[in-house]
Structures are given as structure tokens and as C-alpha cells.
């Protein structure tokens, strides 16, 4: 099983940027990766994903525009940079993966994967 591990979280000012990593155990070369937040209270909310061939990328519309979500093959890693930060941020982000033979696509929007794998999560305080 494929472990993945987030980090790049911490304290930042309104306005300002963050970029998040997540880090793969094994190739994602046939992955489907995502973030996803929770802030507290609320439910978990996808973010952003992009395709295995990296040829489709997914943005939902509560952070379209500010983020933009990468991947190198060769550190078997995911890069979610983060700008223009508010207050409503706020969340502990993940990032989750599964192989897309399996079916899990990222297509028109972000879910979560059925059976693919979890990171602990980072946490983004965005305050003055």
C-alpha cells in the first residue's frame, strides 16, 4: 500500500503563500493524486487533483485561481502552492492517492479515493 506523508503546513499572514508537498512512498507514476481540507467543524472538501499523466488538473471553485497543483515523477511527489491565503483556509490539508487503472479519475471534479491511501495531514493557520 502506497504511504503517503504531507508537510509544508504552518503559521501564515492573510495574503500571503504556502506551498504543500506530498511526499510517496512508491512511484506515482499510475496515480491519481488529491488534496483535500477539514477545518474544524466542517466536513472534508476536496481541493484539487491531478491525473496520473498529469494531463488533467481539477481545481474547485473555493480555491480556484489561488492554487495551482504539481507533481515531480522523480521525487514521487505532489506540490500544492497556495497564494493569496485568508483566514477561511484554515484546515488541515491532505493529500490522498490511488492508482487510476483502478478507476479513480480526476476528471470534472475532486473525490475521494475508494481504496487508495491517506496522509496524516499538515496544518495551514492562516492569521494575523
Known amino acids: 500500500q502506497m504511504q503517503l506523508a504531507e508537510s509544508g503546513g504552518g503559521l501564515v499572514q492573510p495574503g500571503g503563500s504556502l506551498r504543500l508537498s506530498c511526499q510517496a512512498s512508491?512511484?506515482?507514476?499510475?496515480?491519481?493524486i488529491a488534496w483535500f481540507r477539514q477545518a474544524p467543524g466542517k466536513e472534508r472538501e476536496g481541493i484539487a487533483c491531478?491525473?496520473?499523466?498529469?494531463?488533467?488538473?481539477v481545481y474547485e471553485n473555493s480555491v480556484k485561481g489561488r492554487v495551482s497543483i504539481s507533481r515531480d515523477l522523480a521525487k514521487n511527489a505532489v506540490y500544492l502552492q497556495m497564494s493569496s491565503l485568508q483566514p477561511e483556509d484554515t484546515a488541515v490539508y491532505y493529500c490522498?492517492?490511488?492508482?487510476?487503472?483502478?478507476?479513480?479519475?480526476?476528471?470534472?471534479?475532486?473525490?475521494?479515493?475508494?481504496?487508495?491511501?491517506w496522509g496524516q495531514g499538515t496544518q495551514v493557520t492562516v492569521s494575523s
Open positions: 491531478i491525473s496520473s499523466g498529469g494531463y488533467s488538473r
Open positions: 490522498a492517492g490511488e492508482d487510476e487503472r483502478g478507476g479513480y479519475r480526476c476528471y470534472d471534479k475532486v473525490s475521494p479515493p475508494r481504496r487508495g491511501s
Open positions: 512508491d512511484s506515482i507514476y499510475y496515480y491519481v
